[in-house]
């Protein structure tokens, strides 16, 4: 067997990503007790509210002045898929819709042609609040980019979990977010997304493997991109090389991964996709395929701020007794 690994990198924020993912952050904060306005009750002293990345005290309040999280902002020409294991995210948009959801659920957006949204991370418990997330940006085709925008919830309960045991018994687990494992299927994502045709490949997993366990990924013939990301545990082993955590592999879709754990708990997240290999130009929260277009973005933002701002406030948090739920911009709502 070849080596199924191309290349071992540090991880560092944010998450370095290949064709057709574009963005990957990943944040864990050990939040503490939240206050009436469901914002941090401690003192917010020594922070540079505004853009608080420091993990001061280990956690941190982003872009948020009240409640940590990141204000209204814009998207536009490409997908968002926000996965929250801890916690709970308030969203709030520019064409109406709102949701709280976490602890396991997913939100996958599509910007489209340009949407503003919110995401705040309200503290809910008085004790303390440990917060944990990843944000994906997946890249829209061409002929997609300038779709409606709209998001779709991916209830917990409704995402396939699967167990695989090796040899001696010991346990992986993995959440299917996106793609197929075995005779599984993941929930369909939003219905432009290059996730939707199964041509594409697109696999979005969540992985736990516990002490010593052994777990493999089976090789693929299609041209995809993969990566690995070690996030959490102590060490791993790839047939002959020990990786430490902290680290990104990326793997050669044409080979099979065996994969060792070592005598800690380890966490890793997999990505994998056929590359859209399309022109990319980035401005900020823009995505188009040329410099050209970026400019058409700006001045459409700049004219109609992408539908507005409906809300009181640029960081909106919704009632406390609130459930989990999500309502739509055609009014649709859902209460989990």
Sequence with gaps: MNNPIINIKPLKLPWATQDPF????YHYDSFPGGNENLGPNTSLEGRNIGQDFASKDGWNMYHGANVPGFPAH???????????????????????????????????????????????????NEDNNPFEIFQLWLNLPKKSKKVEPYYKMLWREDIPTIIEKDDAGRETKIDLIAGTFKEQIALSPTPDSWAADPKNEVQIWTIKMEANAEFNITSIETEVTRSLYFYEGGKISIGETEIDNNNIIELNPNEKVDIKNGPEEAFLFFLQGRPMKEPLAQYGPFITNTKAEIEETMDEYRRT?????????????HDKSKSRFAKFADGTEIIN
């Design 22 to 25: 574009i963005f990957c952050s």
């Design 74 to 124: 814009p998207h536009s020409g490409f997908e968002t898929v926000t996965i929250v294991t801890k916690g709970v995210v308030d969203h709030s948009d520019s064409l109406g819709g709102k949701g709280r959801f976490g602890n396991g659920d997913v939100q996958w957006l599509t910007s489209g042609k340009g949407v503003q949204h919110s995401e705040m991370f309200p503290l809910l």
């Design 305 to 317: 701020q992408f539908g507005g701002w409906p809300w009181s406030s640029s960081e909106p948090v």
